[in-house]
């Protein structure tokens, strides 16, 4: 698996989100009443008109069969209508809204597909988080690259998160083997923190290896993207749930910058 695309949810170096979601929902399936044969039903759920609610009417699209339908269309035109029965709400500001076919429209089965962008807390793109961990796509239409401090974090979490690996099955960290053992008895926090450490240990040793490697052939690795000394791993019982663990690591680069690492897991009391 390569690394180089960003998939990253937070960005290492000042913690703050990236890869915001424009909460469009894209594609949604729907079915027309069989009693008015105009009102839109969500296919998912058919007691819905609208699965969530629209936020923006210009944003609203329907296709038909594959096939746009605008809403002047002299056959199939449509309006957004006020759905006043449509009352589970997350906000008391969401208004629903419903689509009706301007004319009542006799289909069999049809294939009604809609997009449209919606508020966070119904998103299913980001489900509700407001970020995407999905590949980030650039102006120029590529996917987003990660570089330098970014790319070190990913591959590190990747490295520490791996628990099988069929090719190389000595490069892997046990920590998900330890999902579910009671604390205290099959398992402390210094074992979790220890197999950390020698992941990262692992992952060092690589590392060098390959730099020696690439700057025969001229291809030097960037300072940046690698590991020169592993400051500190810790593994600590969270304050508000004894059956999680927070695990936070702290590497440096050989450019003297600090990257942080940081997760959850489960265990049992």
Known sequence: MSFDYNVLVINPSDQKPIGACDHEQSFERYVCDFNDFRTLHYAGNTVLNMRAPINGSDAVRMWIRGEEVKQDDPVYGWSLVRDSNRLDAVNSTDQFY??????????????????????????????????????????????????QQAKLAQKGLKWILTSRCAFYPTFVCPLKSFVGKKLGIQLTDTDIANAVTTALTQMQAVQQAQASVQTSFGGNMDPLEMIKDIQYVTAQVATDDPTTIQVAALITTFNGTSVPLSFQMMVNT
């Open 98 to 147: 419903k689509i009706v076919f301007n004319k009542p429209v006799r289909l069999v089965v049809p294939l009604i597909e809609v997009s449209y962008l919606t508020q966070q807390g119904y998103c299913i793109k980001c489900s509700a988080m407001g970020v995407l961990n999905d590949f980030k796509v650039a102006a120029s239409g590529s996917f987003m690259k990660v570089t």
